[in-house]
């Protein structure tokens, strides 16, 4: 959510942009905001600290428009504790407070914070009416979560104010219920409005495309052509990419010839759609083929391109051809983007070029989480669990870059494997309580590890039961997995029974408790898990290996 700030005076910031050169702008609170504004875009966190500091001694700190603003800085640099002090400094009636927490916290990525701020909000009368400013930004955080229910409820509030006459408002319900895969809701919401654009058109399209329902957006799209709402390169790009992630290439080229004939040319975007599309579908060869054919028709690739392309690398154990669009990279300048960077380092992390990456991530004067994420996962996951824990302390100590869900997970996978419970338990703990992370899935899966790991199997199981989502195979895999390494029978049953029901063709799990059994002595045990899989026709995958070794 935007915050329009008048201004009636130019400013013109000093080359260094040093406070003590600010003395033009003392007549003017609105120019400080504006300053702290600029400092926000660039996440100039020092420079604002200074700027703070001096508009505290001159009394413009008390001024609601400096104060929101410099909660926007703080937020948006990751400072969410100094943000919320000044906040709380702000009169709870005034709604600019609001309006800049939440918007910049959903805006950063701190979404369940901006949940957070805004369920706090609701509790205050008078903020009620001002709610259709901040409700954009709580759909957008609850979209990226996946909190659907809440959506829902925010829903409701929107029917209850009638603010769903609010194009940006219905756009982002479109959005929310696109990301939480409620893809039928979100056409319930478009069909609802009374006047249909091009950007809830594309809401729409774009949800479909990501739910695997390309046929659908195609028809949408069509129908809206007749009514006058004609796609744009926005609209074509989505479809591509639907089609693409469900590995259609007729339906792919097909797009493409009617997107020019609609007027449209393709762009660098279309092409990266496509190659994106196969690389989530581990449709790795096909990947590496469009962007050969990409080169071929004179499109120079983007960054997005490249970070797309190296992840099917790391999956296929491609190194070799990682190695050479790394050069490309190089060469063509695009590998000085953070995000080039950051999927590089985690291609050569998970590859097991742990050398690589740590160079390579040594040397970034720029990482955002995903870095550090990939990094620690690459520690831990090779068994530099120290490393991985201090950069992890780094990170938390610095507070410069987020720390989100995978960060935890990865700090806890590295926690796992050497075998630090108390570390386990401070770090599941703060990150519900200080970073109001809720936990996941794989947060359980990696506590159930990290227990079973030391053997303390009815704690790990003591986890499972108090679990408030219905533990998945990964949850119930950990403490088989466990409870073969310690052998612990009954409760290694428990897990097999739940693994079937899970997955009911799967015949690992039930190998994995036969060679307990055996371990166990207990033959007419193995030789009945025997029969049954044999009598279920049970998939058993072989082992095998592509990892190609001449890099």
Not at 416 to 445: N, W
Request: with cysteine; hydrophobic share 40%.
């Amino acid at each position: 959510m935007h915050i329009l700030v008048r201004s009636r005076t130019v400013i013109s910031i000093p080359a260094k942009n040093v406070i003590p050169n600010l003395r033009f702008l003392r007549s003017e609170p609105e120019s400080y905001a504006k300053l702290i504004e600029i400092y926000t875009h660039d996440r100039a966190l020092q420079k604002g600290k200074k700027l703070h500091a001096h508009l505290t001694t001159n009394g413009y700190a008390r001024f609601n428009l400096v104060a929101s603003n410099l909660v926007a800085l703080y937020a948006c640099c990751g400072q969410l504790s100094h943000a919320r002090k000044l906040f709380d400094k702000i009169p709870s009636t005034n709604v600019r407070g609001w309006i800049a927490l939440i918007g910049t916290c959903a805006r950063c990525g701190f979404y369940d914070h901006a949940l957070s701020v805004f369920s706090e909000m609701q509790t205050i009368h008078d903020s009620k009416p001002n709610s259709v400013f901040v409700i954009p930004s709580v759909l957008k955080a609850c979209g990226h979560i996946g909190y659907r229910i809440y959506g829902e409820q925010i829903h409701g509030l929107i029917l209850k104010c009638s603010f769903e006459i609010d194009a940006f408002v219905s756009s982002a319900l479109i959005v929310m219920y696109s990301k939480c895969a409620k893809v039928e809701d979100a056409r319930k919401v478009f069909d609802g409005m009374n006047m249909k654009d091009l950007v809830s058109l594309n809401a729409v399209v774009s949800g479909y495309a990501q739910q695997g329902l390309p046929n659908e957006a195609m028809g949408l799209v069509e129908n809206m052509k007749v009514m006058g709402v004609n796609p744009n390169v926005v609209t074509w790009n989505a479809l591509i990419s639907g089609f693409a992630q469900k590995c259609d290439r007729a339906m792919v080229s097909r797009i493409f010839r009617l997107m020019i004939e609609d007027g449209v040319e393709p762009d660098v975007v279309s092409w990266t759609s496509v190659i994106s599309g196969f690389v989530q579908n581990f449709q790795n060869e096909e990947a590496f083929d469009m962007f050969k054919q990409m080169l071929h028709h004179g499109f120079c690739p983007t960054s997005a391109t490249i970070s797309a392309l190296f992840p099917a690398c790391a999956t296929a154990a491609r190194v070799r051809f990682g190695k050479e669009i790394h050069c490309y990279a190089l060469v063509t300048g695009v590998e000085e983007d953070v995000y080039v960077r950051s999927a590089l380092v985690d291609m050569y992390a998970k590859c097991g070029f742990i050398s690589e990456a740590r160079i390579l991530f040594c040397k970034m004067p720029e990482k955002n989480t995903v870095t550090m994420n990939s990094m620690i996962f690459g520690y831990a996951n090779h068994g530099y669990c120290e490393e991985a824990i201090e950069l992890f302390n780094r990170m938390e100590m610095e507070g410069v870059t987020k720390l989100d869900h995978l960060t935890f997970t990865a700090a806890l996978t590295a926690c796992s494997h050497v075998g630090d419970i108390e570390l386990g338990q401070r770090l599941f703990k703060i990150m519900q309580e200080k970073y109001c992370i809720e936990p996941r899935l794989e947060h359980y899966a990696s506590m159930v590890d990290l227990f079973g790991r030391a053997g303390k199997l009815e704690e790990a199981h003591g986890i499972i039961k108090t679990m408030p989502v219905e533990p998945d195979l990964f949850v119930w895999g950990a403490l088989l997995s466990a409870c073969r390494n310690h052998g612990h029978v009954e409760l290694a049953e428990v897990a097999a029974k739940h693994l079937l029901d899970l997955e009911p063709d799967s015949a690992g799990n039930s190998l994995l408790l036969s060679s307990l059994y055996a371990d166990a002595g207990k033959w007419g045990r193995v030789e009945r898990i025997k029969k049954r899989i044999k009598k279920g026709k049970l998939r058993k995958l072989q082992g095998l290996s592509w990892i190609d070794n001449n890099v």
